[in-house]
């Protein structure tokens, strides 16, 4: 079904849950799905950082790269795995398969069609779990959490574009939640997901990369954030994907910087864990988009408080 909007509500219109729906997802603990790197590959140049990585993967050292992350999150939060599918070589990055509050899911119709494979299997999975599904038209991309991104009070919603996602399918996101989002635009290709370059994080601080933003961007950041909660990352840091985090309390897992990032994030009382994630980031990814948050964003900063 279509609405005037051009909106597809065939899930989210005929949400009275028919007697065979599984019942609506309850978390008490921050719960994330994440899906093995069995067919992970560069097989496609659709971003800057995989020129050049082109079947040039040690899979075995994903694997184990993965297999760690894996670990570190099971101690602080609930893993559930989707399986992999072989032909998309990019499932691994499941976190840009859509955006999840409430039980809803707003799910992405990718820009390249390399990726958009990986929309069917995804929005199984969530069907079968309960999750009620929010579809994004197929004529304005939409990255999942890789372009959208819930403040960490889940009062907002920033949402990217620019490279991947399209401006206009910021106001189907607004529609999904009632929420007010806040565009942002990135301006340098290396930063083509807002995943790459800004991170919400507990405490109300903000970790970002300020030049992958326009200026009018940078200013909506800058007067929703004060001075003293801004954690800007320098081009180096930015570079080795320090803001791809995945954030739980205080707790923040991430690829290993070399610069004293760690030691900023710890004065402010986070807790930084460092995984060696090397074999994603020439997939153009890290911590975060390796994984995609099903429980409520709020559930994440309550453990924090
Ligand atoms: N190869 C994937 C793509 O280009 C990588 C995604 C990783 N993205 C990210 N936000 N870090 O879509």
């Known amino acids: 079904m279509k609405s005037s909007t051009g909106l597809q509500l065939d899930t989210v219109s005929s949400t009275t849950p028919s007697r065979n729906s599984p019942p609506p997802p309850q978390f008490d603990t921050p719960t994330f799905l994440m899906c093995a ?95 009620l599904l929010w579809e994004t038209p197929r004529e304005t991309a939409f990255e999942g959490e890789g372009d959208a991104l819930f403040d960490a009070n889940g009062k907002l919603l920033w949402a990217a574009h620019g490279v991947r996602t399209c401006l206009q399918c910021h106001r189907h996101l607004a529609q999904a939640w009632h929420l007010p989002v806040v565009s942002l635009h990135l301006v340098d290709p290396r930063f083509y997901h807002l995943d790459t370059c800004f991170a919400p994080l507990s405490g109300g601080h903000l970790m970002y990369f300020p030049d992958a933003f326009d200026a009018a961007s940078r200013v909506a950041i800058e ?83």
């Not at 040039?56 to 184990?64: E, Q």
């Not at 894996?70 to 602080?76: G, K, P, T, V, W």
């Not at 910087?257 to 980031?281: A, C, K, M």
């Open 223 to 305: 007067n929703a954030y004060p001075e003293e909660k801004r954690i800007a990352v320098n081009e180096e840091e930015a570079t080795a994907f320090a803001c791809n985090v995945i954030n739980i309390g205080e707790t923040v897992l991430m690829h290993k910087v070399s610069s004293d990032l760690s030691r900023r994030l710890g004065r402010l009382g986070f807790d930084v864990v460092q995984i060696d994630l090397s074999e994603f980031l020439k997939g153009g990814g890290s911590a975060k988009s390796l994984v995609l948050r099903l429980s409520d964003i709020q559930l994440q900063a309550e453990i924090a408080s």
């Open 37 to 131: 790197p069995q067919w992970y590959d560069v097989d496609y140049v659709i971003n800057p950082w995989m020129a050049g990585n082109l079947h040039r993967l040690n899979r075995d050292l994903a694997f184990a790269q993965w297999r760690e992350l894996h670990r570190q999150l099971q101690l602080i939060a609930d893993v559930r795995l989707i399986p992999a599918v072989q032909g998309s070589p990019d499932m691994v990055f499941v976190g840009h398969t859509a955006v999840v509050q409430h039980g809803v899911a707003a799910v992405s119709s990718f820009a390249h069609p390399e990726r958009r494979v990986e929309e069917q299997p995804v929005r199984r999975w969530l069907k079968d779990h309960g999750f």
